[in-house]
């Protein structure tokens, strides 16, 4: 059980990986079109857990996965809701109307072809979309704060604000989430390809959403 658990962790290891040499170590070469980027799938993100939640006929991994998306969503506070705390944040720029009023018909198609995805996959391959999806998510948010002094909001400020200080705690929890989730899902005899797969079609995902390098998405 513990070499096959190690081999999960290596998948997201690599998983990881891939992200950083696509997105992380590149840079931001532009922090507007960054966070209108990012800005739309925040505030789409809970329907891509809502899709691997219709995929999973386990209870225990569809409780998790419901407690990721609740969390998205403010847990039942709506005022909390993670993409009004991030156009919050964004709203302290000088330009942030701008931002968040901008619309993509290409992001918003290339999302809607990932929601399509993870409606098609089974579920093991469901899980390890939602793993590939929280793989990368403190890097993600150090470039958000990178992205937003970006638009002249105080470092100050990005750090201290709601968006930052919960994403910060509750990252961690929704990655346990995805590590409990999936050795659950070894004990009801799952495939190990499978979820390398759904989670590498998370990450290409990601970088076609916010990489300066777009990518076309591979069906699982």
């Not at 995805?117 to 958000?144: R, S, W």
């Not at 989730?181 to 998370?202: F, H, P, T, V």
Request: net charge negative.
């Amino acid at each position: 059980m513990q070499a096959t658990i190690d081999r999960l962790e290596a998948i997201e290891q690599d998983l990881s990986k891939t992200f950083r040499q696509a997105v992380v170590e590149p840079g931001i070469q532009d922090a507007v079109r960054f966070l209108q980027r990012w800005s739309h799938l925040s505030s789409q993100v809970p329907r891509l857990h809502g899709a691997a939640l219709a995929r999973v006929r386990i209870p225990d991994i569809q409780g998790l996965l419901a407690e990721i998306a609740h969390g998205e969503c403010g847990g039942g506070d709506r005022s909390q809701i993670h993409s009004k705390l991030l156009a919050a944040v964004i709203a302290e720029s000088p330009i942030g109307t701008s931002v968040l009023e901008h619309q993509d018909p290409e992001l918003v198609q290339l999302f809607e072809t990932a929601v399509d995805q993870v409606c098609a996959m089974d579920q093991d391959a469901a899980i390890g979309f939602i793993v590939g999806l929280e793989a990368p998510a403190y890097d993600i948010l150090k470039l958000l704060q990178t992205a937003l002094t970006g638009i002249q909001i105080p470092a100050n400020t990005v750090a201290s604000s709601d968006y930052m200080v919960i994403h910060d705690a509750v990252e961690k929890e929704h990655q346990n989430s995805g590590h409990e989730a999936m050795e659950i899902m070894l004990s009801s005899g799952c495939d190990l390809n499978k979820i390398r797969q759904g989670g590498q079609c998370a990450i290409d995902f990601l970088i076609a959403m916010v990489g300066e390098k777009q990518r076309t998405l591979v069906a699982v």
